[in-house]
């Protein structure tokens, strides 16, 4: 079955650090990726996504994530973090053709805390 | 366009008792969706929908039952609760085939059961 893994569970930084939040999934077929961001009370939002051509995506709030196909991964990147970024992040992968293209797969998520 | 809406935003229910929350898109997607969300756990799907008057089981579905009568809505019904379905659950809604894979989702519903 396929699976999608978030090495970070909870993760502290100072403003002004970078970020780097692992994802990997577990299907060799053609997926599509999303990283959202629930933040404290929210509901979840998409950061961003990607489906096709340049495998660096760039979303909202200056967050970049590199799709890597050779490593199953899509690890999301932001250079320096603001106390704002406090929140949790899930990564979900749509499988193409793996009889559940209607759903996405989630990660557990990272829970990133961003002390001023 | 209020996009998806949950209601109700909290609810505490005694051991047996039944409720219905109710989800509704405004963007006519045909896909929706009920999560819960426990600490540690990601979000889990219970229950699907492909379709007005289609449903499909999640991998949490024990204990809930779902309807999609009018392709806006879609209604999750505890039919006898219990302390373990103590969660936050969330809608979503997508649209497939057209490239916006991504699923849209509502604020919420808190619901404890004692």
């Known amino acids: 079955a396929q699976s999608v893994s978030q090495h970070n569970h909870h993760v502290i930084l100072s403003e002004a650090a970078s970020l780097e939040l692992g994802c990997n999934y577990s299907?060799?077929?053609?997926?599509?990726l999303f990283w959202y961001v629930q933040y404290p009370g929210q509901h979840l939002q998409l950061l961003l996504k990607?489906?096709?051509?340049d495998p660096l995506v760039k979303g909202i709030k200056g967050f970049e994530a590199e799709f890597i196909k050779s490593k199953f991964s899509f690890n999301l990147r932001k250079p320096s973090v603001q106390w704002s970024d406090t929140a949790e992040y899930f990564c979900?992968?749509?499988?193409?053709?793996?009889?559940?293209?209607?759903?996405?797969?989630w990660g557990l998520g990272t829970s990133l805390a961003v002390n001023p | 366009n209020a996009g998806v809406t949950q209601t109700p935003k909290f609810r505490v229910l005694k051991t047996g008792q039944s409720m219905t929350l109710l989800c509704a898109q405004d963007m006519n997607h045909e896909y929706m969706y009920w999560y819960r969300q426990d600490p540690g756990m990601g979000l889990r799907l219970i229950h699907y929908s492909v379709g007005e008057g289609t449903t499909a089981k999640g991998e949490v579905p024990d204990g809930y039952n779902v309807s999609r009568l009018k392709k806006q809505n879609f209604l999750l019904g505890l039919e006898s609760a219990a302390p373990s379905q103590t969660s936050v659950y969330f809608c979503a809604s997508s649209q497939w085939g057209t490239g916006t894979y991504e699923q849209y989702f509502g604020p919420g519903t808190r619901l404890t059961v004692t």
């Open positions: 979900a992968v749509n499988a193409y053709n793996a009889g559940n293209n209607r759903k996405l797969i």
């Open positions: 299907y060799g077929g053609t997926v599509n």
């Open positions: 990607y489906f096709s051509g």
